[in-house]
């Protein structure tokens, strides 16, 4: 398993932006899909995006258009790109990488917090 280390949160304003990004260790990243995953008080963790290994993308409805996964092999890295932050996007944040069907890697989480 890569070991996943995120970044890139913090308090910002309704409207707002943010990177995230998550650093993996290993040899076999590419071969991973990677997604973001945030649990917000109280509420079960949803998976917010994915990015495969060939790139593909997905998205949950409610950050359609507002967030974008990407990825940069070369560095063994992930990002989330979060523009026009709404309060309901407040959560912690966290990066996993999967090559079979269950999210093996996680990393520690990271709080994103968008003030009305």
């Known amino acids: 398993q890569v070991q996943l280390v995120e970044s890139g949160g913090g308090l910002v304003q309704a409207g707002g932006s943010l990177r995230l990004s998550c650093a993996a260790s290993?040899?076999?990243?590419?071969?991973?899909?990677m997604g973001w995953f945030r649990q917000a008080p109280g509420k079960e963790r949803e998976l917010v995006a994915r990015?495969?290994?060939?790139?593909?993308?997905d998205y949950v409805d409610s950050v359609k258009g507002r967030f974008t996964i990407s990825r940069d092999n070369a560095k063994n890295t992930v990002y989330l790109q979060m523009d026009s932050l709404k309060p309901e996007d407040t959560a912690v944040y966290y990066c996993?990488?999967?090559?079979?069907?269950?999210?093996?890697?996680w990393g520690q989480g990271t709080q994103v917090t968008v003030s009305s």
């Open positions: 996993a990488g999967r090559r079979g069907p269950v999210w093996g890697s």
């Open positions: 990015i495969s290994s060939g790139g593909s993308t």
């Open positions: 290993g040899r076999t990243f590419s071969t991973y899909t």
